[in-house]
C-alpha cells in the first residue's frame, strides 16, 4: 500500500492506463496522487517549479511512496536529485522513482550524450552520488529516450522522429496501445543495473518507421522486417534487443478496403502517380495532379501533405516527388526543385501543390518559377496550392477567412505577392487547437525575428546536419559578430527549438474564423472544391 506521485509530461496529463495502470490498479493496492506543476512549456522555471512542488509533496508522504513522471516529468525528477537530493531528509529507502521516456536518460537519451543533454526543461542527467533507487524505463524507438547512437543513418533517424511524434511509442507506454504494450514487469524487457539505477528497455513492435495507419497490417510487418535490422545497426546499447522477441504485434486499425499501392522509386528520383480508382463509372473524370513533398527527414507518405492527398476526392491523381528532404538543406531544396519541375514537365493537365515545411521551401520556388522563371508556360495550370508551415510565407498571407498568425516565414527568400489560390497554414498563439508558434511561419517582423533569420540562414546553407558545437559555427557563418553573441546565438537556437512546436500541430489547429475544421481538413475541402470546380468547366467546355 503506497501513494504513487505522479508528474505529467509536457502539455498533457498522465493517462490513468500509464504502463497498463499497473502502478494503481485496484490490484496493487496503491494510490494514485497526481502533484500539478507548471509542464504547460518546457523552461528551466517550470521545471523548478516541478521541483518544488514536488519535494513538497513527497515531504508529506508518511511511509514508502513511488515517484512517476515521464518526459518533462522524468526531468523535474532528475532535476530533483541533482539539486535536492543531496540534503534531503527523506530516506531513500522510502522511495522508489521511476522514470518513462526520459530525455536526459544516460544510454540513448536524446539525442545521445549520456548525461549531458540539456532538454528543454534543463538538465545534466542523474547526479554522481546515486543513493535513491531509480528504474528507468525507454520503450524501444521512443526517439526521446532511445535515440540511435549514429547520426549519420537516415532510416534510424526517421524511425526516431516517428518515435517522437504523438503517434510514436514516447506517447504509448499504455495509453493509446498502439505498440506492443509497456509493462515494468514484461518478461521480454531487457535490463541493465548500474548501481542504484536500473535501465529497462520495452522492446516495440511495429517499428515506428513501418507503422503507418494507411498500411494494411501484412505490410507493416514486411516492412517491420525489411527495416529493423538497418535501423538497430545505429544503436549501441548495453543491452541488446532480441531479433525476434516472443511479442504480438498490436493491430490496432483495420485494413483498408483499397490499400495503397506504393510505386518503386524511380531512377529520375520522381515515383509514378498513384492513380485513385475512379468511382463514378458512367463517366471518365478529368483528374489533375496533386504534387507533394514532405518535411526534412520524412518520407514521402507521411505527415500532412500525405493525409491531405490520401483523402482528397477522385478528381486528384497523387503524384508524391521524393528529394532528399535533409541537410543540407539548401542542396536538398535544388534538388526537390529540379524533381518537381521534372514532374510537372512530363505531367500534362492542371496541377496542384501541398508541402510541409522544407517540402513547401521546393514548392515556393517552383511557384516562383511558375510565375517569373522557365515554368511560366505552366502557370495557368496550376489551380491550387496548400503549405503548412512554410518558411518562406509572405507576411499577413494566409488563406480567405483565416486566422491571421502574426509574422512571417524565417526564410529571407519570402514570397511576394502571393495568390488567393496560394493557401498558407501557420500556427500561432491566436490560432486555437496550435499549442504554440510555428516559428519557422511566424518569425516576428522585428530585430528578434532578423537575427532568427540570420541562424536560419546557417542552418539552410551551411548546416550538414551534425550536431557538435552547433553555437561556435553559427558564430562563424555570421559576417560581423557582436559581443555577447555566444549567448544570443544559444538563446537563438533555444528559441527556434521551443517555439517550433506549433510546426508540428497541424492535425490539431483550426485556423479559420468561426470553424471547427482542422487546418488538414480545410486543406482537403479546398482541394476538393477546386477539383469539383476544375472538371465542372471541363464539361461545360466539352
Not at 47 to 68: E, Y
Not at 87 to 114: A, M, Q, W
Not at 139 to 149: E, H, K, L
Request: with cysteine.
Amino acid at each position: 500500500m503506497a501513494n504513487v506521485l505522479t508528474l505529467a509530461t509536457l502539455s498533457r496529463d498522465l493517462p490513468s492506463n500509464w504502463l497498463g495502470g499497473e502502478l494503481w490498479d485496484d490490484a496493487s493496492g496503491n494510490t494514485r496522487v497526481d502533484v500539478p506543476y507548471n509542464n504547460w512549456w518546457p523552461s528551466e522555471a517550470n521545471a523548478a517549479d516541478g521541483v518544488a512542488k514536488l519535494n513538497t509533496a513527497m515531504l508529506a508522504q508518511s511511509g514508502s511512496f513511488i515517484v512517476l513522471g515521464h518526459s518533462m516529468g522524468a526531468q523535474v525528477i532528475y532535476k530533483w536529485m541533482r539539486e535536492m537530493g543531496p540534503t534531503s531528509s527523506i530516506d531513500p529507502n522510502d522511495v522508489l522513482f521511476i522514470c518513462t521516456g526520459c530525455p536526459e536518460r544516460k544510454y540513448n537519451g536524446h539525442p545521445p550524450k549520456g548525461g549531458d543533454y540539456p532538454g528543454g526543461a534543463g538538465g545534466t542527467g542523474l547526479p554522481d552520488t546515486m543513493p535513491w533507487t531509480l528504474w528507468d524505463m525507454a520503450a524501444q524507438y521512443d526517439g526521446w529516450a532511445d535515440a540511435p547512437n549514429v547520426t549519420t543513418n537516415t532510416r534510424a533517424n526517421s524511425n526516431a522522429q516517428f518515435g517522437r511524434t504523438s503517434r510514436g511509442p514516447h506517447l504509448d507506454y499504455g495509453s493509446k496501445k498502439i505498440y506492443t504494450p509497456v509493462s515494468l514487469y514484461d518478461e521480454n524487457n531487457l535490463t541493465y543495473v548500474e548501481g542504484n539505477v536500473t535501465y529497462m528497455l520495452a522492446p516495440t513492435r511495429p517499428l515506428p518507421y513501418a507503422k503507418q495507419w494507411f498500411l494494411p497490417q501484412s505490410k507493416i510487418i514486411e516492412n517491420d522486417a525489411l527495416y529493423r535490422p538497418e535501423v538497430e545497426t545505429a544503436y549501441s546499447r548495453p543491452f541488446t534487443p532480441e531479433a525476434e522477441p516472443a511479442i504480438p504485434i498490436i493491430e490496432l486499425e483495420p485494413e483498408p478496403e483499397l490499400p495503397l499501392v506504393i510505386p518503386p522509386k524511380a531512377q529520375t528520383y520522381v515515383p509514378a502517380p498513384v492513380v485513385r480508382p475512379v468511382v463514378d463509372r458512367r463517366i471518365v473524370h478529368p483528374q489533375h495532379t496533386l504534387f507533394t513533398l514532405s518535411a526534412t527527414a520524412q518520407p514521402w507518405w507521411f505527415m500532412y501533405q500525405a493525409d491531405v492527398a490520401r483523402t482528397v476526392n477522385n478528381y486528384w491523381n497523387w503524384h508524391p516527388v521524393e528529394y532528399p528532404a535533409f541537410f543540407p538543406a539548401k542542396w536538398s531544396v535544388e534538388t526537390g526543385v529540379a524533381n518537381l519541375t521534372a514532374a510537372i514537365r512530363a505531367t500534362p493537365g492542371k496541377f496542384a501543390l501541398c508541402g510541409y515545411s522544407q517540402g513547401a521551401i521546393v514548392s515556393s520556388e517552383v511557384y516562383d518559377q511558375l510565375r517569373y522563371g522557365n515554368l511560366q508556360d505552366r502557370r495557368d495550370d496550376l489551380i491550387a496550392a496548400a503549405m503548412f508551415g512554410n518558411p518562406r510565407r509572405e507576411g499577413g498571407h494566409t488563406f480567405p477567412g483565416g486566422i491571421e498568425p502574426g509574422g512571417q516565414g524565417m526564410d529571407p527568400l519570402r514570397l511576394e505577392n502571393t495568390e488567393e489560390l496560394w493557401w498558407e497554414f501557420a500556427n500561432g498563439w491566436e490560432i486555437p487547437g496550435s499549442l504554440g508558434e510555428d516559428i519557422f511561419a511566424t518569425t516576428p517582423i522585428s530585430e528578434v525575428g532578423t537575427n532568427l533569420s540570420a541562424v536560419y540562414q546557417f542552418f539552410f546553407s551551411e548546416w550538414d546536419g551534425t550536431e557538435y558545437n552547433l553555437v561556435g559555427r553559427v558564430i562563424d557563418f555570421l559576417e560581423d559578430p557582436i559581443d555577447g553573441i555566444a549567448d544570443i546565438v544559444a538563446s537563438l537556437l533555444f528559441t527556434i527549438q521551443t517555439l517550433g512546436i506549433g510546426h508540428a500541430w497541424y492535425q490539431y489547429s483550426m485556423p479559420k474564423t468561426g470553424s471547427s475544421l482542422t487546418a488538414v481538413e480545410l486543406a482537403i475541402e479546398y482541394l476538393n472544391q477546386v477539383g469539383t470546380d476544375t472538371a465542372t468547366e471541363y464539361y461545360e467546355s466539352s
